[in-house]
């Protein structure tokens, strides 16, 4: 095979766009985006000219995409969650190795599917954990593994949602009804059920949750909330939620003040303060947060049962100040704290003075996840370059099914009103 790949990239969305096309400017020796499809014709149009894409190779949509011959190397997949299996299915037939944004699927089915198929077209399928190859994780993987704290007893994590990441995205934005796309704790969390799984190098028995929509539902909603933040609301002034706040007025993310990139490139391609508030008063976006159809959890606690003996605690809230995560790993001979807003991790071996170490000053390029997005994009292409199979970091797709496994035992436990669910069964494929 060439020492560069040629890929073909299904779904221009966020990920799609602006990671994993992306790359092929970071590794343009490793790199070749050959064809594109998305349902939005100006992402495609304009995808086609940063990348010199032929028109022939330009596709309305994947299925339109992956039913022609083989165009590529490789797939990158960055479409809706409930596609995922459906577009890499097809493609593995094709004959192409994938690089699958997760989750796999809610559908336990469909990543069954998905695994049977790829060990049958013996073809690489890699999702996209990226939590793994960013530096703080890294570290902390080094330091459980080293035996510092000795072993691992109890951790206690976090995912910070944030509070204006969850109007945006779980309320007002694409992943807010578990029916079209997947429940909250798959979507968001696998990420978290993964990295505390390879971290602490443990497998999980079983699993009991609690959680529910809490703020964000119609009974919830002030006294004179209008159904749209720019239609004569009376409690605007004094809503943190409201749409002007969070995408024109917001010091970081805010439009009026130089932002032109995620979240506003959601709700318009090229964001001006005229086109967000266009898409304020006719899109998704502009809806009361009280007001919208909306039905993942805005909160959820998830106990992980481990089959050592050891538990695992999960937290998921949208309501925080900050986007990021923090853990806590207790183990027989001492403390890790790790803090990803701080990009700091505190050691306590017992009996000694805390060890402090700054992860800033380990790495140059903390963004993106922390800065794994591109070095996992870098290690699937190398993988693939150099035909070998994934390594003890890399997530390929029966990996990846133990932090699903555990995502979709938390759904099926909260929905049952916290009975504990067994892994073991939904293990056989």
Known sequence: ???????????????GKDTYAAAAKIFP????????????????????????IPKKACFASA??????????????????????????????????????EKPISPDLKECRELVKTARECNRQVIICHVLRYAPFYEKLKELIDSGLIGEIVSVMAIENVG?????????????????ITSPMILQKCCHDMDILLWLTGKTCKSVSSFGDTYLFRKEQAPKGAAERCL?????????????????????????????????????TLHPTEESIREALYTGPYGRCVYHCDNNVVDHQVVNLNMTDGSTISLTMCGFTAEISRYTKFMGTKGEIIADMAENTIYIT????DIDVIDVGELAEDLSRHGGG????????????????????????VECS????????????????GGTVIEIEPMRQI
């Not at 095979?1 to 990920?15: D, P």
């Not at 071996?349 to 000694?352: R, T, V």
């Not at 997005?373 to 390929?396: A, H, K, N, Q, W």
């Open 373 to 396: 997005d591109y070095r996992l994009v870098e290690e699937f292409l190398d993988m693939i370059i150099e035909g070998r199979e994934p390594d003890g970091r890399t997530t390929s």
């Open 29 to 52: 020796d490793k790199m070749k985006i050959v064809a594109v499809a998305d349902i939005d014709e100006e992402k495609v149009r304009e995808a086609a000219i940063e990348y010199q």
């Open 349 to 352: 071996e017992f009996g000694k």
């Open 163 to 179: 509070w204006w990441h969850q109007a945006h995205s779980f309320v007002r934005g694409n992943w807010r009804d578990a029916d």
């Open 231 to 267: 239609d004569g609301c009376e409690v605007k002034a004094d809503c943190p939620f409201d749409a002007e706040k969070i995408y024109i007025d917001n010091k970081k993310y805010g439009v009026r003040h130089g932002n032109c990139k995620w979240p506003l490139d959601v709700l």
């Open 63 to 100: 299925e339109e995409m992956i039913a022609q011959d083989k165009l590529a190397d490789v797939m990158f997949i960055a479409t809706q969650d409930r596609q995922h299996v459906k577009h890499a299915v097809p493609a593995l037939k094709k004959g192409y190795h994938l690089l699958l």
């Open 1 to 15: 095979m060439s020492k560069k790949l040629n890929v073909a990239i299904a779904g221009l969305g966020s990920r």
């Open 401 to 416: 099914m133990e932090s699903h496994y555990c995502a979709l035992a938390a759904e099926e436990s909260r929905l049952k």
